[in-house]
């Protein structure tokens, strides 16, 4: 067996669907926010009063609770940190992720743990080491940094370093942008960024007046980091915690990427990663949303085949809704639902979506109608179907078809 110390797998978490799933999928730990100064307020988000249901939910799959208080904080907004800490404390969470000294300055007073994001640019040994004297627990370092850099930070400071290594990138430096906020007065660096580096632009020449549009090179929008095909380098770096990004993603997002990364690991630790299957989930990871695959900077300055070709996803398949779990029936694992917007055939490939149940990804092979065996069922009727995975009534059904 490896005697290397297996990382943490930490996952996003936007609202319960997608911390249900992250949990359910084999996370580690997972990290998320709640009403005010995280650098997600386009998501759900949780409510603070929420926070000991979450931490109680988690404690009992032990799961690591990472609360994000990322933004920068304006002086009438300091009242905010002490609720939001005394909270967390109450609650139990395990760690704070933050980088504005006046969190970290709380953090202290209320001796809870914290990381430093990456929003703090930390790309050295003495950065890390600063933070380090200030009591930080963990760092999340720079996305700028090379798989080299990381190893020779990790070597000279006794410290958790916690990396990224799934899901978008920016084109700024360490994701602080001033773009959105120029353009339409919604700040990236308070969790508010619209991404409008993923468009397409149209210059104009001054003189002459014509005009290109950028269609083909999406110039500031850069390709999804992916480091699946080289995940065992990133384990024997040393890398204490792999960082998923994705808490404005979607559950079925959550769940094939947390189950991959979770594959991929134990099957290092199995000493049973192979090429072959470290492609196979390579192509798994294509299915869900993604601006096409880069491997960041981890080997160095990424180069014009790292950016998007297109807006929006790449992903090779999409989900549709058709209807809804009304009852499900544990001893004999069949699930009774409604079919409201689209037939369901035998075959069909499926996903079970619901706050409790998270995602449950399967195969119709049986469709029933009043004891009759049908080949498809349609829009309107009532069938069940054959289930080896609980869900609940009101879970929401989707088919998975190719794009």
């Not at 080289?230 to 997002?253: M, N, Q, T, V």
């Not at 690991?265 to 880069?294: A, H």
Request: hydrophobic letters at 35%; glycine letters at 6%; charged letters at 30%.
């Amino acid at each position: 067996m490896n005697k290397i110390k297996k990382p943490e797998l930490l996952a996003p978490a936007g609202d319960w669907r997608m911390l249900t799933t992250a949990v359910n999928n084999g996370a580690d730990a997972v990290y998320f926010g709640v009403e005010v100064l995280n650098m997600r307020a386009k998501a759900r988000n949780f409510k603070t009063s929420e926070l000991p249901e979450i931490v109680s939910f988690c404690k009992d799959k032990n799961v690591d609770t990472h609360l994000t208080l990322n933004t920068i904080v304006y002086e009438n907004e300091i009242p905010e940190i002490d609720q939001v800490l005394s909270a967390a404390k109450s609650a139990g969470i395990n760690m704070i992720i933050c980088w504005d000294m006046s969190v970290i300055q709380k953090c202290k007073e209320y001796e809870m743990p914290f990381c430093i994001s990456t929003q703090a640019s930390i790309s050295n040994s003495l950065s890390a080491k600063f933070y380090k004297e200030l009591g930080a627990s963990r760092i999340v370092l720079a996305r700028e940094c090379t798989l080299e850099k990381i190893k020779e930070i990790k070597n000279k400071v006794d410290i958790e370093i916690e990396t990224f290594v799934h899901g978008a990138m920016c084109i700024a430096v360490s994701g602080r942008c001033f773009m959105s906020h120029y353009m339409f007065g919604k700040s990236a660096n308070r969790g508010e960024c619209i991404q409008p580096c993923r468009r397409e632009y149209e210059i104009t020449d001054k003189d002459s007046g014509q005009k290109l549009i950028l269609g083909d090179d999406y110039v500031l929008s850069p390709k999804d980091l992916n480091t699946i095909v080289f995940i065992d380098k990133l384990i024997e770096s040393g890398i204490d915690s792999f960082k998923i990004e994705g808490r404005k993603r979607s559950p079925e997002y959550i769940a094939k990427v947390i189950s991959t990364y979770r594959k991929a690991i134990d099957l290092y630790y199995e000493d049973s990663l192979t090429e072959e299957k470290k492609q196979l989930m390579f192509g798994d990871l294509e299915r869900v949303y993604n601006r096409g695959f880069s491997t960041g900077f981890y080997f160095g300055v990424p180069g014009a085949e790292d950016y998007a070709t297109q807006y929006g996803s790449m992903a090779k398949t999409k989900k549709i809704y058709v209807g809804k779990v009304l009852n499900y029936f544990k001893k004999s694992g069949v699930a009774h639902l409604k079919l409201e917007a689209e037939n369901l055939e035998i075959g069909d490939e499926i996903y079970i979506i619901g706050n409790k149940t998270g995602v449950v990804e399967s195969t119709v092979d049986s469709l029933v109608k009043d004891d009759v065996n049908l080949q498809v069922g349609k829009k309107g009727e009532d069938v069940t179907i054959k289930l080896n995975m609980t869900v609940r009534p009101k879970d929401q059904l989707f088919k998975i078809v190719s794009v």
